[in-house]
């Protein structure tokens, strides 16, 4: 598993286009809306919300 993680790049470059909503998300708070075509989204950190949302949250990202 090490071999896996340290053969990661620590840069990844991302192609977005004018017609995209892109949203990076440093924490997971709350909702906003669906992942579809045109928005995208870019999880930076954990996926755990520590608020009243965190099922509903995890259970969100599971499925998408």
């Known amino acids: 598993m090490q071999e896996i993680w340290l053969a ?3 840069l990844v470059h991302i192609i977005v286009l004018d017609t995209w909503h892109f949203i990076v998300y440093g924490d997971i708070h709350g909702h906003n809306s669906l992942p ?3 928005n995208h989204y870019l999880f930076i950190s954990n ?3 520590d608020g ?3 099922v509903e949250i995890i259970l969100t990202l599971f499925a998408l």
């Open 8 to 10: 990661m790049p620590t």
């Open 36 to 38: 579809s075509k045109e």
């Open 47 to 49: 996926f755990v919300d």
């Open 52 to 54: 009243s949302f965190f």
